[in-house]
T-cell receptor, first 112, second 114 residues
Framework: DQQVKQNSPSLSVQEGRISILNCDYTNSMFDYFLWYKKYPAEGPTFLISISSIKDKNEDGRFTVFLNKSAKHLSLHIVPSQPGDSAVYFCAASLNQGGKLIFGQGTELSVKP | DAGVTQSPTHLIKTRGQQVTLRCSPKSGHDTVSWYQQALGQGPQFIFQYYEEEERQRGNFPDRFSGHQFPNYSSELNVNALLLGDSALYLC?????????????FGSGTQLSVL
């Protein structure tokens, strides 16, 4: 049972444009959501998070949106840069500090 | 400041063997979690250790066991290896005392079971 889903395995975007990565979840009890970025041969690195009491969180070029009624979150990267090319994972947990349930990942490619 | 370090980076074993993977958390962190990442999938939670005790466990058989030492480092042991255990094993640390729950991941150990 895949509780967190990233339905797009890959996404290609032109440098300078917006990248939008999507994630859907099924468990309405999830309280905390995170995005991680992973380069080859490295572990995932934390990007940005949002708690269920918010619907938006910004950090520089990265913004995460949470739509609880639709059980959907998205990550916006503006403007996209070639260095953003990586695999992006969304993750959810029932509480801060609890186990994370990851999606399958979306590979983002930003073309110069 | 050293981040999360894992050893070894690669490992090849045969079916039925046992393996031990090691993890040193980021300085100042006291909680260690282990994840398994199969090819093309997201990481899957195995278990979490805090104060030398297993605090949470994912849906993994008892063949997977762990330990946390007084210096907060941790080991993951897998017995009776199966072909399906081939995966990237990721260790992640966090600081429960500092209320900093964002995980810092190591680069992982790539385990191949033949």
């Amino acid at each position: 049972d895949q509780q967190v889903k990233q339905n797009s395995p890959s996404l290609s975007v032109q440098e300078g444009r917006i990248s939008i990565l999507n994630c859907d979840y099924t468990n309405s009890m999830f309280d905390y959501f995170l995005w991680y970025k992973k380069y080859p041969a490295e572990g995932p690195t934390f990007l940005i998070s949002i708690s269920s009491i918010k619907d938006k969180n910004e950090d520089g070029r990265f913004t995460v949106f949470l739509n609880k009624s639709a059980k959907h979150l998205s990550l916006h990267i503006v403007p996209s840069q070639p260095g953003d090319s990586a695999v992006y994972f969304c993750a959810a947990s029932l509480n801060q500090g609890g186990k994370l349930i990851f999606g399958q990942g979306t590979e983002l490619s930003v073309k110069p | 400041d050293a981040g999360v370090t894992q050893s070894p980076t690669h490992l090849i074993k045969t079916r039925g063997q046992q393996v031990t993977l090691r993890c040193s958390p980021k300085s100042g962190h006291d909680t260690v979690s282990w994840y398994q990442q199969a090819l093309g999938q997201g990481p899957q939670f195995i278990f979490q250790y805090y104060e030398e005790e297993e605090r949470q466990r994912g849906n993994f058989p008892d063949r997977f066991s762990g330990h946390q030492f007084p210096n907060y480092s941790s080991e993951l042991n897998v017995n009776a290896l199966l072909l399906g255990d081939s995966a990237l094993y990721l260790c992640a640390s966090s600081s429960r005392r500092m209320f900093n729950e964002k995980l810092f991941f190591g680069s992982g150990t790539q385990l191949s079971v033949l």
